[in-house]
T-cell receptor, first 114, second 115 residues
Framework: SQQGEEDPQALSIQEGENATMNCSYK?????LQWYRQNSGRGLVHLIL?????REKHSGRLRVTLDTSKKSSSLLITASRAADTASYFC??????????????FGIGTKLQVIP | DTEVTQTPKHLVMGMTNKKSLKCEQH?????MYWYKQKAKKPPELMFV???????INESVPSRFSPECPNSSLLNLHLHALQPEDSALYLC??????????????FGPGTRLTVL
């Protein structure tokens, strides 16, 4: 089963508005990452937040992490048409063999309308 | 060089064919990954090589065979695939060994169609 589940699964906003995406997960994590994927292409790493951090900023991105609620949010401020993409959260977890591995959530498809 | 390259970009193969996907990075990264991604789904981890050794095989069918000839190269050998194996195959690398504590750099993917 997926470790991370994004909410909403699809989001459509006007250019200039803010976009907020949420991610919930089930097990304890060491850190959580957010990635972006343009249609049919590779993923691009956006930001990594460690389990002992509560908030992190990078340009127009703001990520929060609440380990007590097992949730994270990604806020994109002043959205642009070029932000149109799918956004995935990724959590690390130990698999049955004892190895740490990254598992991607189901993703939020963001459409920014010019 | 700060990118992960994948060849070919597109591949169409029959169920009896043998083909290989290739991935290359020259960033000195020590972990490399293969993911499979179906349309409108997240990437699913297939294999992880950490320091050129296979560290994770996510119960992938034997018709997929990974190979890591050196620290910069990762191959995925395909044989007797099924139509349901059609997907985008993504390669990634990360600076340190496998694990969630470092970001992954992704290639653009190979779009595979099995007829």
């Amino acid at each position: 089963s997926q470790q991370g589940e994004e909410d909403p699964q699809a989001l459509s906003i006007q250019e200039g508005e803010n976009a907020t995406m949420n991610c919930s997960y089930k097990t304890s994590i060491n850190n959580l990452q957010w990635y972006r994927q343009n249609s049919g292409r590779g993923l691009v790493h956006l930001i990594l937040i460690r389990s002992n951090e509560r908030e992190k900023h990078s340009g127009r991105l703001r990520v929060t992490l609440d380990t007590s609620k097992k949730s994270s949010s990604l806020l994109i401020t002043a959205s642009r048409a070029a932000d149109t993409a799918s956004y995935f959260c990724a959590t690390d977890a130990r698999n049955s063999g004892g190895y740490q591995k990254v598992t991607f959530g189901i993703g939020t498809k963001l459409q920014v309308i010019p | 060089d700060t990118e992960v390259t994948q060849t070919p970009k597109h591949l169409v193969m029959g169920m009896t064919n043998k083909k290989s996907l290739k991935c290359e990075q020259h960033m000195g990264h020590r972990a490399m990954y293969w993911y499979k991604q179906k349309a409108k789904k997240p990437p699913e981890l297939m294999f992880v090589y950490s320091y050129e050794k296979l560290s994770i095989n996510e119960s992938v069918p034997s018709r997929f065979s990974p190979e890591c000839p050196n620290s910069s190269l990762l191959n995925l050998h395909l044989h007797a695939l099924q139509p349901e194996d059609s997907a985008l195959y993504l390669c990634a690398s990360s600076p340190r060994g496998s694990g969630g504590y470092n970001e992954q750099f992704f290639g653009p993917g190979t779009r595979l169609t099995v007829l």
